[in-house]
């Protein structure tokens, strides 16, 4: 039995998630799981990272499966790719050793959130980004990122289906906020790992300081007495990429 | 009568090309007319830097059109951009002098067109770049694409449907080929104007060179001898993008 890792890219934009739910729900395991298991002409289960939300995209997902089959990387690569929707890729594949984890192994995972702040949106970014018209205070916005960085309870910045998760801590290593040409603010944030929502939950606080709605005063209550009702509003999804998984 | 010049960006991908043609054709050409007609109340017809093919993408496109109500530019590009698909944009708008022709006045055109030259493709480069598996000789592109800089007959890179036009020569300014990190090779090339599918006939031709499927001396000949019969496939639109436009 051989164990491989492959690294994903994917559009989320029309799936219901990451992770396989009814049978009637397109979503990115399910095609992946489908598009290895014909190439492979038996039934593979895939480990990953972290599940996305819906509409969520990802340039570096890790996944990995194990299988007793030969496999010619490249080949089997390429095979898959043209078998699986246009909206997802295998970028790269190799075997690694039999205990290899995607989801338990992983270091850290990374993710960045676009925002575009002026008057209009570029349309090869409308997919991939939130248009926000009113001018956003980028150095307060950097101050409030630096209120979660380090080790928290992050029960404010879960969505409720995760509810009964009896651990809320989560260690932020980085997080930095930058501005580029044509306006796009970009949020990029690592941790050990992320509970359900909560980078856009983070994202959506963020923003509501900088638009002047929010103080810092109300982002660290927000951290301190953990509870939803005092963090912001649920950023979209479509602005949130999952950017890289270390190991 | 006021003269306006506005930017327009737009994904050429669902559109059967810039210029308005038989009335059941989505052009952008047709999509821009109805919004501004619509906002102003009034038949609206633009002037343009020129037409891009079926296909093609355009992040600066110039248009110019005239109207003889008073027009509040950031309400009125917000109202037409409300009104017009989610794939074409007005980036910018301001009042010109009555006489500024978007066409006429242009003093030089620049276009991008994109390659992968790789294993795969990114999801998110799909629909704005084309995949080639086999190496490339970037060198050998570059010394190639040096043979087009400078004024030439171009009859040899014109597609079919401007055969009647009287005159072929076209000045290339500028012609750089670069390459960048996964594997995407740009070229970027800047011409007072340039004729029906001349771009894509000469990006053709050059990975023709860069494949090995053709020399120096050939593409030569092709400049030379002025016979479409000489020069290369014409590479795919979806690659290409109308970058700017120089007044």
């Known amino acids: 039995m051989s164990n491989y890792m492959a690294v994903v890219e994917y559009d989320g934009t029309c799936y219901s998630g990451f992770q396989i739910q009814l049978p009637d729900r397109r979503t990115i395991q399910g095609e992946?799981?489908?598009?290895?298991?014909?190439?492979?002409?038996?039934?593979?289960?895939?480990?990953?990272?972290?599940?996305?939300d819906a509409g969520v995209h990802a340039?570096?997902?890790?996944?990995?499966?194990?299988?007793?089959?030969?496999?010619?990387l490249?080949?089997?690569?390429?095979?898959?790719?043209?078998?699986i929707p246009e909206d997802i890729v295998i970028k790269s594949i190799k075997e690694v050793e039999e205990s290899?984890?995607?989801?338990?192994?992983?270091?850290?995972?990374?993710?960045?959130y676009y925002v575009?702040?002026?008057?209009?949106?570029?349309?090869?970014?409308k997919k991939y980004s939130i248009l926000i018209t009113k001018k956003l205070d980028l150095?307060?916005?950097?101050k409030a990122a630096g209120i979660f960085v380090g080790t928290h309870n992050f029960r404010s910045f879960c969505g409720s289906t995760d509810d009964n998760s009896k651990n809320f801590v989560?260690?932020?290593?980085?997080?930095?906020?930058?501005?580029?040409?044509?306006?796009?603010?970009?949020?990029?944030i690592s941790a050990n790992s992320f509970l359900y929502n909560m980078v856009r939950i983070i994202v959506g606080t963020i923003l509501e300081v900088g638009s002047g709605e929010?103080?810092?005063?109300s982002v660290k209550r927000a951290v301190t007495y953990e509870d939803r009702i005092l963090a912001g509003k649920t950023a979209p999804a479509k602005g949130l990429f999952l950017t890289r998984v270390v190991y």
Chains 1, 2 share one sequence.
Not at 59 to 70: A, L, P
Not at 74 to 83: E, G, M
Not at 139 to 142: D, P
Not at 214 to 217: G, T
């Open 32 to 52: 992946l799981e489908k598009g290895l298991s014909t190439v492979l002409r038996s039934l593979v289960k895939i480990g990953y990272s972290g599940r996305t």
């Open 59 to 72: 340039v570096n997902q890790v996944i990995n499966f194990r299988t007793e089959k030969d496999i010619d």
């Open 74 to 83: 490249y080949k089997f690569a390429w095979s898959v790719n043209s078998l």
């Open 100 to 112: 290899f984890s995607a989801r338990r192994d992983a270091k850290f995972r990374e993710y960045a």
């Open 116 to 125: 575009v702040n002026g008057s209009c949106q570029s349309v090869f970014l």
């Open 139 to 142: 150095n307060m916005m950097k």
């Open 170 to 188: 989560r260690k932020i290593f980085k997080f930095t906020i930058s501005k580029s040409r044509d306006n796009l603010i970009v949020f990029s």
């Open 214 to 217: 929010r103080n810092l005063e």
